[in-house]
């Protein structure tokens, strides 16, 4: 599975974005996935996780109440809409996908990365 994310950019403290991750693969149906970020000099770190149904997702504390994860499965793609965003949130995203069902918040979980897509926030 090739995963290709999108949607990063600059925005000031408090503004909004949404991150896309478009999957190659029809069976991407079957698939959990997550987001991950990575800010400067520090460790990748797990911001959220949706099973292959959409029905179950899990958040880091740090986002809770501000970001939501979704997928639209036709598309092969799922979402990280992002609200109330803050400079820490500053990093770059990665989304991540791995067969089978349940959700997954730790990276050694996930077999397949996109690239990344860089979100910065301005105070």
């Known amino acids: 599975v090739q995963l290709q994310a999108s949607g990063g950019g600059l925005v000031q403290a408090g503004g909004s974005l949404r991150l896309s991750c478009a999957a190659s693969?029809?069976?991407?149906?079957?698939?959990?996935a997550g987001w991950f970020r990575q800010a400067p000099g520090k460790e990748r770190e797990f911001v959220a996780a949706?099973?292959?149904?959409?029905?179950?997702?899990l958040y880091a504390d740090s986002v809770k109440g501000r970001f939501t994860m979704s997928r639209d499965n036709a598309k092969n793609t799922v979402y990280l809409q992002m609200n109330s965003l803050k400079p820490e949130d500053t990093a770059v995203y990665y989304c991540?996908?791995?067969?089978?069902?349940?959700?997954?918040?730790?990276?050694?979980?996930?077999?397949?990365w996109g690239q990344g897509t860089l979100v910065t926030v301005s105070s």
């Open positions: 991540a996908a791995d067969a089978g069902s349940g959700v997954r918040t730790r990276s050694y979980e996930y077999d397949y």
């Open positions: 693969r029809r069976t991407f149906s079957s698939y959990a």
């Open positions: 949706i099973s292959w149904s959409g029905g179950s997702t």
